[in-house]
């Protein structure tokens, strides 16, 4: 079975998930530093920062309080602002690449049929 992705709509999640990974990443924390910090298991943070599955609010929300970002809320708008528009081109390339894997795919089954 494949890991679980995270769902086609989430360019926000996405977003701040690529905002979490730019603040710990110039900080110099880790993901297992995140983990202790907030409470979370190393292996919840990983998952959601690889956007496997997406950071719920009370997971914001806890980042933001054993960071010191301040506003969850606000948090979440600059994520947007400064990752939205490059989650949009990732989200469209992952369409695009698994829109192509179908066609082959396709195009493999009629040769077999051939």
């Known amino acids: 079975m494949s890991s679980p992705k995270a769902r086609k709509d989430s360019r926000l999640a996405r977003a701040v998930a690529a905002e ?6 110039v900080r110099g924390i880790t ?4 983990a202790r910090m907030t409470g979370l298991s190393q292996n919840y943070i990983s998952t959601r920062l690889r956007n496997e599955l997406p ?3 009370g997971d914001v929300e806890m980042i933001c309080k054993a960071l010191g970002l301040g506003d969850p809320a606000q948090f979440i ?7 939205g528009d ?11 690449q698994l829109a192509a894997k179908r066609g082959q795919r396709r195009d493999d089954d ?3 049929g051939n």
Do not use: G, K, P, Y
């Open 20 to 25: 979490v990974q730019s603040v710990i990443a």
């Open 31 to 34: 993901q297992r530093d995140l």
């Open 86 to 96: 490059e989650m949009e081109v990732l989200l469209m390339q992952d369409d695009f």
């Open 55 to 57: 950071l719920d609010l």
């Open 77 to 83: 708008v600059t994520a947007d602002e400064r990752w």
């Open 110 to 112: 009629s040769d077999d």
